[in-house]
């Protein structure tokens, strides 16, 4: 190492060569060696600030102790030597100089070299990918000089920050930032050509994390301060919809692609954000039709329909009107209002009940309706609160009534199925109105609840149409089928399977339910009796449902029966393997070794119903 530093005189040259080779550890003792005038501690701390490597920052400190107090300059360049520190060692002695040698200088502490000190500390963290403590010194620091006229964001790393909570999905840290960021600059631009530290390709780099993590706060902080900036206060007129020609290309010039305009769109609506969804939509779509440009109202109108359904209102009953045995919700008939409008204008663009189903089940679930138990339910949760250690932690989806799923209740679905149904006959809306509705409250009960709840929904129509049948459409069939798979209602199934294959026929899905069904206690009679007429349905073909069902089965429970057993070694071709049966006889009986328990009273009672619904 002698040898080393003897090849460096020790002079300034010397000490810049030494910084230029990425020798740090000679140059840093050739400054510890050499006595240095003002003059050259300020060419030495240029030289720092302009090395790109952590390494100079200790050196920058050495030299800005022994200069500081005869230029003041050096300070400025011996903080900006640090932009690159990524040692925790180093920054604290940095801070132990400032405590104990500049603090308290007025023409220090009154200049920007202070802001600059404290955002060492966020670039110091962020080197270290530390983005909660950069995060905090950021805000920290922000706050302090935003009391000052200086514009804190183009004073610290904002944009370095911004990366850093960008690399680690921080969505909360960077909707902060933008937020802070934009209050500021709206505070103190005082004119249109002064550019934000915000750039666009940063704009977008949060734009895609937004669309990626599905973050509507952050996706709404992009909307509000970037996207839609220019409307904020005016919003968008009618003639701007109609006549402005540069409207669309607007969002363009922005960098959002119309595949990015449904990806927020699909964010804003999902979380039930009905002003800024229309407002897109309005923006966006609206004026592409009327430049010609292809457009899909029916798109529009799901994205639309979404936000309203979505929109939940009150999470709590009690933040709902207390009368509860009088209070009315109207937002399903809100959502069938907008239902109805569109299927009477679009009748070149039919809605499927798959595309609205899911937010729809979102809309029954938070639907608020009276029924004697809430009363007591809310007085025991009360109860409940006068000793905190009988509380319990609920997700949020349970608490949207007392009874967490309101439409297990059967009273309740009833009026709901009645109310509504009455409702969109009384605007007298296209019968597809009723159909889309009924669908999606059958979907809702398939999926939230059981075959008893399909059976009181369609008792219910019975009572409002003598032939409610005509509301029903291939896809209602398909979700009581659907249903009626996870029952085990073997007398049920058999009727509705006479029943539905003297009309249609029967699909692989359909074959594949009523199997499922069946498939409780002694099931030999009636797994024949189906598969006799799937195959000769379908020529000996079997779907890969109903094989995969059939496989699963235990063998030692088909091998006890040597029809059952042949079917399920001749599932690739059945044709001719199955004689034709006679009508499957159901008993109570069970099969040794098969632990699904058939309920032979449940069956009876509900194909009474089942009997008098589909006769």
Aim: aromatic residues 12%; negative net charge; charged residues 25%.
């Amino acid at each position: 190492m002698y040898r080393l530093i003897r090849r460096y005189s020790t002079n300034v040259h010397s000490i810049k060569s030494a910084m230029i080779s990425k020798d740090f550890k000679v140059a840093a003792e050739l400054v510890t060696k050499s006595v240095l005038s003002t003059t050259e501690c300020t060419s030495l701390l240029k030289q720092c600030r302009d090395t790109n490597d952590s390494a100079v920052a200790s050196i920058a400190l050495e030299l800005g102790k022994r200069s500081f107090k005869k230029n003041h300059q050096n300070t400025y360049f011996m903080l900006m030597s640090f932009i690159n520190c990524n040692d925790l060692g180093t920054l604290r002695n940095l801070k132990q100089f400032w405590d104990k040698s500049v603090r308290g200088n007025w023409k220090i502490e009154s200049s920007p070299i202070k802001a600059l000190y404290y955002s060492i500390f966020v670039h110091t963290y962020s080197n270290l990918n530390q983005p909660v403590l950069a995060l905090e010194w950021y805000v920290r620091t922000f706050l302090s000089i935003s009391k000052t006229n200086e514009i804190a964001s183009s004073r610290l790393p904002t944009v370095k920050l911004l990366c850093l909570l960008l690399d680690v999905r921080d969505c909360d840290g960077v909707s902060q930032v933008l937020n802070m960021v934009h209050e500021e600059e709206t505070k103190k631009h005082t004119n249109s050509t002064q550019t934000s530290v915000v750039t666009k390709a940063t704009w977008l780099n949060c734009l895609s994390m937004a669309a990626e993590e599905n973050n509507y706060e952050l996706m709404r902080t992009i909307y509000d301060l970037y996207l839609m900036k220019d409307f904020k206060n005016e919003g968008i007129s009618d003639t701007d919809i109609l006549f402005r020609s540069g409207l669309s290309e607007y969002l363009e010039n922005k960098g959002v692609t119309k595949q990015s305009v449904d990806i927020i769109l699909g964010i804003l609506a999902s979380n039930g954000d009905i002003e800024r969804t229309l407002e897109l939509i309005e923006f966006y779509h609206t004026h592409s039709v009327f430049k010609g440009e292809s457009a899909s109202p029916g798109e529009s109108f799901i994205f639309a329909l979404e936000a309203f359904c979505m929109e939940t209102g009150p999470s709590d009953w009690e933040d709902a009107p207390k009368d509860y045995e009088n209070y009315h919700d109207t937002s399903v008939e809100k959502i069938l209002d907008l239902i109805g409008i569109y299927t009477a204008r679009s009748v070149d663009s039919k809605l499927d009940y798959k595309d609205i189903s899911n937010f729809m089940s979102n809309k029954f679930t938070h639907f608020k309706a009276y029924d004697h138990h809430i009363e007591a339910k809310l007085q025991q949760k009360e109860s409940f609160r006068l000793h905190k250690e009988l509380e319990l932690v609920q997700h949020p989806s349970v608490q949207t009534s007392p009874f967490g799923n309101i439409m297990a209740n059967m009273n309740i679905l009833k009026s709901f199925v009645s109310s509504h149904v009455k409702f969109v006959q009384s605007r007298e809306y296209p019968a597809e109105t009723v159909t889309l509705f009924i669908n999606c409250v059958l979907n809702h009960i398939n999926v939230t609840s059981n075959f008893s709840g399909i059976i009181q929904a369609l008792i219910e129509l019975q009572n409002l149409n003598a032939n409610f049948s005509e509301w029903l459409d291939q896809d209602s069939y398909d979700i009581i089928l659907n249903s009626l798979a996870q029952s085990g209602l073997k007398m049920v199934s058999l009727h509705l399977f006479k029943y539905l294959r003297s009309r249609t026929k029967l699909t692989h899905e359909h074959y594949a339910c009523f199997i499922s069904s069946i498939l409780r206690g002694d099931f030999h009679s009636q797994l024949h009796y189906y598969m006799y007429y799937y195959s000769k349905d379908y020529d000996g073909h079997i779907g890969p449902k109903t094989k995969h069902l059939l496989e699963s089965l235990p063998a030692t429970v088909t091998k006890e029966n040597s029809d059952t057993e042949r079917i399920i070694m001749n599932l690739d071709n059945l044709y001719f393997t199955i004689p034709e049966p006679d009508d499957p006889k159901t008993t109570k009986s069970s099969l040794p070794g098969f632990n699904r328990t058939y309920h032979f009273e449940y069956d009876s009672r509900d194909l009474s119903y089942i009997s008098y619904l589909f006769k």
